[in-house]
């Protein structure tokens, strides 16, 4: 999940599609990379100073099998906590061996959990981070604000999945783009949809968030939307999000 402009809705939405396809019976994991932590907060897993975290797996070789932590009252989901020490992995990680693919050989040592989804959190920036994230997965999912300015900084967050693909990681793909915070009664929000729409074709999904309070209130009980108000328009349509995600999975793993 990435976009390095801050509050588009990265960790709004590995939660809640975390959230989504667990409570579907799959297996979830969200690795928190954002040093704030607000996926760990969201998900209500420990990362106080001091937790051993995603810190000191890309930092300190520890590993991450030792700090999945489950999800409470969520059967399937795990998170990997971030705690404050991961802004200082920026720099502290450049002069090491290795140091864009640090977390790409951590989950595949750690491949024994057997997944069915793993999210990957993002920070606001384009740094080794979020390098590090690309390296390690199969697929970049963008969320876009529908917003003025929605599009500015996309074309170097592109060249920059394209600088990995090219180096670092040859099949990663930029599968998805989900448009957040749509309000309908702007036509603002329209025309970002359409512009985004017409320059990406399928690569977005149909399936649109709207504005909704009960997202920007779920972080705060420990929750996803789905338990905190599984009947709201925020978690209908990260549901629904979920669901076009999974079909897509499973139309690829069939070939047709
Ligand atoms: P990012 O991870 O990209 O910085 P967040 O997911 O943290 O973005 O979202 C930024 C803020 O906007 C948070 O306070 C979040 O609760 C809120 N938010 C995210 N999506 C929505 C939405 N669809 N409707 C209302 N508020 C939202
Ligand atoms: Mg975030």
Do not use: W
Not at 108 to 113: C, D, L, T
Not at 136 to 152: D, G, K, N, R
Not at 223 to 249: C, F, K, L, N, W
């Amino acid at each position: 999940m990435s976009n390095q402009k801050g509050g588009v809705g990265k960790t709004t939405t590995s939660v809640n599609l975390a959230a989504a396809l667990s409570m579907h019976g799959q297996r979830v994991l969200v690795v928190d990379l954002d040093p704030q932590g607000n996926a760990s907060t969201a998900l209500a897993t420990d990362h106080r100073a001091g937790t051993p975290s995603v810190y000191q797996v890309l930092v300190d070789d520890l590993a991450l099998a030792s700090i999945v932590k489950p999800v409470p009252d969520m059967p399937g989901l795990f998170c990997a906590p971030a705690t404050l020490d991961l802004a200082g992995a920026e720099i502290e990680l450049v002069p090491m061996v290795g140091r864009e693919t640090r977390l790409k050989r951590a989950l595949a040592a750690f491949e024994s959990m057997e997944f069915d989804y793993i999210f990957i959190d993002c920070p606001p920036s384009l740094g080794l981070l979020t390098v590090n994230a690309m390296a390690a997965a199969q697929e970049v999912l963008i969320p876009i604000q529908c917003e003025y300015y929605a599009l500015e900084g996309l074309s170097q967050l592109l060249q920059n999945v394209e600088l990995v693909r090219v180096h670092l990681n040859q099949t990663l793909a930029l599968s998805t783009i989900l448009l957040t915070m749509y309000d309908g009664r702007t036509r603002l929000a329209s025309q970002v949809a359409d512009e985004v729409r017409s320059h990406f074709g399928d690569t977005v999904l149909d399936s649109v968030i709207p504005r909704s309070v009960r997202l920007s209130e779920a972080p705060s009980y420990g929750q996803s939307v789905m338990t905190y108000d599984p009947g709201s328009s925020g978690a209908m349509a990260y549901m629904e999000a979920a669901r076009e995600i999974a079909y897509r999975a499973a139309t690829v793993a069939d070939g047709s």
